[in-house]
């Protein structure tokens, strides 16, 4: 069985088969009846994308269920390590980054989780909200100069539905920065990031996020390898 490119609409093949549980440590209720289910993922020839169709039809309940469940944070190691984990690095980037030009931003961090991030972006000067839509499902108000998105865009189940969502709360100028860790040269069926339950849903490579953003008219610009930053109308204090 072939699926459809999400990302270009080319056709693909599967590339790996990947057990929900690849870690085999689950303890979780709901979901220890699909710990050895096999997750398979599929490979677009054309743009390197990486997905798996089956997570990506499941419903949000079904997700909430299954992956976005109290146990979540025993699969994702760094989700609740605030000071030595995600936050700290995604605080310390946008802080060493864009704390000179903080009374110019307004900051919007989507996909937050508890929102452990504007909460500290705030504490020192930055005017930021969160959004998520499993943990904080009321939506901002107002455009943002600056997006956030670190470590989402591979949850998602849309990936253009996901960026027509981050264009709609963008200022003019405005940048969005992404993160997310590319699959080139990665054997699919042992990287650790293809774990299907963390929900990761989608895989990108360098080229299906250039054809993503080329798709929605946006400038695209990769930093350090997996922080992708995307504009039409890039700000003043980002060209620093």
């Given at each position: ?72 944070p ?29 009374k ?51 949850h ?28 080139d ?36 610009s ?19």
């Amino acid at each position: 069985m072939t699926h459809t490119c999400p990302i270009c609409a080319s056709s693909t093949e599967k590339i790996a088969s990947i057990p929900f549980d690849v870690a085999q440590d689950g303890q979780d209720s709901p979901s220890l009846a699909l710990k050895e289910t096999p997750i398979d993922y599929f490979q677009c020839p054309s743009c390197g994308h990486v997905f798996a169709p089956w997570l990506i039809a499941q419903s949000k309940e079904w997700l909430s269920q299954h992956i976005y469940n109290a146990d979540y944070p025993k699969y994702d190691a760094d989700y609740l390590d605030a000071e030595s984990g995600r936050v700290k690095n995604q605080q310390n980037a946008l802080v060493y980054g864009y704390h000179f030009a903080r009374k110019s931003i307004r900051h919007l961090d989507y996909g937050s989780g508890d929102g452990r991030l504007s909460s500290k972006l705030n504490a020192v000067g930055f005017r930021s909200e969160s959004y998520d839509p499993f943990s904080s499902p009321c939506l901002p108000s107002g455009k943002f100069n600056l997006i956030t998105a670190f470590e989402v865009i591979e949850h998602v189940p849309d990936p253009h539905g996901f960026i027509e969502a981050l264009s709609g709360f963008m200022d003019d100028p405005c940048l969005i920065r992404i993160g997310t860790i590319p699959n080139d040269g990665e054997d699919i069926g042992s990287w650790w990031y293809a774990n299907p339950r963390v929900g990761h849903l989608n895989l990108f490579s360098i080229r299906s996020m250039m054809t993503l953003a080329h798709k929605h008219r946006l400038s695209l610009s990769i930093v350090n390898g997996s922080d992708f930053f995307l504009w039409r109308n890039l700000p003043e204090w980002a060209k620093y």
